[in-house]
């Protein structure tokens, strides 16, 4: 009784792990025999399990939404507590974004339509202060979501941002969060490449239920290339500087990826940008660190700004304006030749 306890309970586990299983490939999980894995599906339906079956070749198993709540250990009350409670988490930079999330599509899987009704209904009843990050909407994200955690081709209708809407087809590959917005990272059916999409330009078609096999990415990481897509391409401004700190030290101090290249144990270049220089020279002066800068004029001359105004503020607004960049900052002075780096 307790080895069948436990296949039950991995059963379930697989279940919820992708859309889709046939009889063959629980068996080969779980070491028994198809007969086994039909049986176990038969004890899981009396349960309150809505288990789906589809015959034929490409048939299989999955787990569907069902008019009762299924035994989770959970009232309805409590239900309806987790799921706004996971939504809430995943607004929040408190890096479990995509974990709260995944937990939430896993739970909003096997939601009945009235505690779904129940947990649209806080969210809607809920506002926000003005001047905070914009509420995500969680139906758009929950459905981008269940469709990469199933490996499930996703159609959509997206907004550009010149407000111009087309029909996207895609593989999504993965979910990234990036302050207080949502990126999917996925593979264009229709273009044959790699695309970049902020989720809340997003509105979700009806699940295709086409299956498909992740590709690789083409960087060492989904954040990495999904940061070089957005942020380089949208920068105005760049410049190249030399940073008087370890590389491991300066990667600690920046919270987004950025090409960081060591010099030596105690310098390091770094290539970054932004729509506005004069942000960017206060942003590398609040790293604390002696910077220099290498290529960027506008940098340089934003810098130079900068130091006469903390010249004012300190007082010295009677006399010359400072004759050097401001404390740990160095710099050559912006030629007229001189161009952002490209």
């Known amino acids: 009784m307790l080895e069948t306890s436990v296949r039950l309970l991995e059963l379930l586990s697989l279940l919820q792990l992708k859309r889709d299983w046939t009889s063959s490939e629980l068996a080969a999980r779980l070491g028994v025999s198809t007969r086994t894995v039909r049986a176990d599906i038969g004890k899981l339906r009396s349960i309150g399990y ?87 909407d969680l139906s758009v994200l929950g459905a981008v979501a269940a469709a990469v955690r199933g490996r499930e081709r996703l159609r959509f209708g997206y907004t550009k941002p010149g407000g111009s809407e087309e029909a996207r087809h895609t593989e999504p590959q993965r979910l990234v969060t990036w302050g207080a917005l949502w990126y999917l990272l996925a593979w264009d059916l229709d273009r044959d490449d790699w695309r970049v999409f902020r989720v809340d330009r997003m509105v979700p078609h009806p699940p295709t239920g086409a299956r498909f096999r992740p590709r690789a990415i083409p960087e060492d990481s989904a954040v990495e290339y999904v940061v070089k897509r957005v942020s380089k391409a949208a920068w105005t401004y760049r410049a190249r500087v030399l ?36 942000r960017l020279a206060l942003w590398l002066i609040q790293l604390d660190l002696d910077v220099e800068v290498l290529d960027g004029a506008e940098l340089a001359t934003a810098f130079t700004r900068l130091a006469t105004r903390l010249h004012r503020a300190a007082g010295g607004a009677s006399g010359p304006g400072p004759s050097r960049l401001p404390d740990g900052v160095r710099g050559r002075a912006p030629s007229r030749s001189a161009r952002p780096a490209s």
């Open 50 to 136: 809505p288990v789906d079956a589809r015959p034929g070749v490409a048939g299989g198993y999955r787990l569907a939404a069902g008019t009762a709540m299924p035994p989770l250990l959970l009232d309805d009350d409590e239900a309806v507590a987790v799921a706004v409670g996971l939504g809430a988490v995943a607004t929040q930079r408190l890096g479990v974004e995509e974990t709260s999330l995944t937990a939430l599509a896993k739970l909003e899987q096997v939601l009945p339509a009235r505690l779904r009704r129940r947990v649209e209904a806080v969210r809607e009843a809920t506002s926000v202060v003005p001047g905070t990050r914009p509420p995500l």
């Open 243 to 278: 940073v008087h700190a370890p590389a491991a030290e300066v990667t600690a101090k920046i919270p987004i990826p950025l090409d960081i290249e060591a010099v030596d144990e105690s310098t390091c270049h770094v290539e970054l940008g932004s729509d506005d220089p004069n």
